[in-house]
């Protein structure tokens, strides 16, 4: 495997809202990462190489409940205004969890982040500015 968690981690502290996210996404994917896998109940995250090998962060927080109510439309305004530099990253996982989303997988080859719910279903896909 090309990366460590410790080269992630120091591309993901130059990230101070949603705004600056296409600029991280590139960075790891110049790391050698093809697509990673980010759970919002404890902040685990799998990152993966080509061949499938992963590093994995463990739980970066304490423990949200994810609601077993999928609410799309009042995420979708959550995560735009994430986007826009609203909400840091605690808040945008807080506003996952409240509004059933589970975690999200990231495909750096197609440049698409993918929401998933409780049941693994895929709720919304959304292609990564670039």
Not at 27 to 39: D, F, M, R, T, W
Not at 47 to 70: M, R
Not at 98 to 122: A, H, P, Q, R, S
Request: charged residues 30%.
């Amino acid at each position: 495997m090309k990366f460590t968690i410790d080269e992630i981690k120091a591309e993901h502290q130059k990230v101070k809202s949603g705004a600056d996210f296409p600029k991280y996404i590139q960075a790891i994917k110049n790391l050698g990462v093809s697509h990673y896998k980010a759970l919002v109940a404890d902040g685990n995250t799998k990152y993966f190489d080509a061949e499938n090998n992963f590093a994995e962060t463990g739980a970066k927080y304490e423990a949200l409940k994810i609601s077993e109510n999928l609410n799309l439309e009042q995420f979708k305004t959550r995560l735009k205004l994430h986007q826009q530099g609203g909400t840091d990253y605690m808040t945008f996982c807080k506003d996952c969890a409240e509004n059933g989303i589970e975690g999200w997988k990231m495909d750096l080859n197609e440049m698409t982040c993918t929401y998933f719910d409780k049941n693994e279903n895929d709720v919304l896909e959304e292609k990564v500015p670039s």
